[in-house]
């Protein structure tokens, strides 16, 4: 009897000290399956100095904010096809009550969504966790919330092609905002009424002072047949031409001096992949949409070829400029500056690091 006392007592230990670290690291075990760990900031889109690193732990590996949007309806989606090692925050507010929907979802499916999922939360509440399109979030689901965090994890180079997630106002709020747009001047006719009544100095606005007006929802024009068309065209094009940048680029470096260090090979292609994917981007950091925008399917077939032909990966770098200067001059801008001026820093860049990877790296 004394030894089973003392198994059962050990055992009993260590699920405490299990316990006990696991809350150290920040880490929820749920039916053995360990969930990441959140908290409250870490889905508001308002992100200030003050706010430590610790508010935004989606979890135990490196995350990247993907994405901060702050309007009444718009789009969530990740890379199509995502590569692998995601691990992407998005956040978005909006000034009123808003509704979502899953349009696709597309990625390994596995057992509790494990390798690849995309999580749903509002404040630290997590409404879903998916890697197969659910109908339940496939139809418009209201919030009743007016900010929400999404966190992307995709561990499988299965060239999957991710997520895409719909936002808008519900339709019953935007009647309600265009009414109070038009009772805004009878207020304040009536407001002056009041002051005037009760003798009451009415401070009137300043000529030229700045109103601030509620901005509207914009309402999307639905595309044609042939501009669905047209833009599948663009986005295949578009594949094609940044998969053989890369493949000619690692081509080329897996006979050069890293040849025998695959570490440093691995973080040099990766450098020159992310350069690549950032040209032909249509957002830049933050979020923003670009003006000029990296057409490949208006890019002259000869260019490709150039690139195809390519036969050292100095060559490569000069035809991916002539493409942004080609660009460039079709956009028709009025800034003076270069359109991607830092392509000549990341550029050099990459010499760098490559002697840096040679010598430190084994």
């Known amino acids: 009897m004394r030894r089973r006392r ?53 979890d135990i590996w490196e995350t990247t904010q993907c994405g901060i949007y702050h309007n009444h309806e718009g789009i969530v989606e990740s890379e199509h096809p995502f590569m692998r090692g995601t691990s992407c ?35 630290s509440e997590m409404l879903s966790w998916l890697c197969a399109e659910d109908d339940e979030w496939m139809k418009w689901r209201k919030l009743h919330s007016s900010q929400f965090g999404i966190y992307f994890e995709g561990l499988s180079n299965l060239d999957e092609y991710g997520f895409k997630l719909e936002w808008r106002m519900p339709p019953e709020l935007t009647s309600t905002t265009t009414t109070t747009t038009t009772t805004t001047t009878t207020t304040k006719s009536t407001k002056a009424a009041q002051a005037a009544k009760e003798k009451i100095t009415f ?17 999307y024009k639905p595309m044609t047949k042939w501009q669905i068309r047209q833009e599948e065209k663009r986005k295949k094009r578009k594949h094609v031409l940044t998969g053989l940048f890369k493949t000619q680029y690692k081509s080329f470096k897996t006979k050069g001096k890293l040849r025998s260090n695959p570490r440093g090979l691995s973080k040099l ?30 890019l002259p077939q000869k260019k490709i070829d150039d690139v195809r032909r390519a036969r050292s ?21 009025v ?22 990877y040679t010598t430190i790296l084994i």
Request: proline letters at 4%; hydrophobic letters at 35%; aromatic letters at 10%.
């Open 203 to 219: 401070k009137p606005i300043a000529i030229g002072q700045r109103q601030h007006k509620p901005v509207l929802p914009t309402q």
């Open 269 to 298: 292609l990766q450098r020159f992949n992310r350069m690549i994917d950032h040209v032909f981007k249509e957002h830049d950091r933050k979020q923003k949409p670009r003006k000029c925008k990296l057409n490949a399917l208006k």
């Open 89 to 123: 925050m998005y956040n978005v507010t909006s000034d009123y009550p808003i509704e979502i929907r899953f349009t696709k979802i597309q990625m390994r499916e596995t057992y509790r969504c494990v390798y690849d999922n995309v999580q749903l939360y509002v404040g």
């Open 6 to 58: 003392h198994s059962t007592d050990g055992s009993l230990q260590k699920v405490r000290l299990f316990y006990i670290f696991s809350i150290l690291l920040g880490v929820t075990v749920v039916d053995g399956l360990e969930m990441p760990a959140f908290t409250l900031g870490s889905t508001r889109s308002e992100v200030s100095s003050s706010t430590s690193d610790i508010d935004y732990a989606y």
């Open 313 to 333: 990966p100095e060559k490569l770098i000069i035809l991916l400029k002539e493409m942004i200067a080609w660009q460039d001059t079709k956009c028709e801008r």
């Open 335 to 356: 800034n003076p500056n270069a359109w991607l001026s830092w392509i000549h820093k990341r550029a050099g860049n990459l010499k760098v690091y490559e002697k840096k």
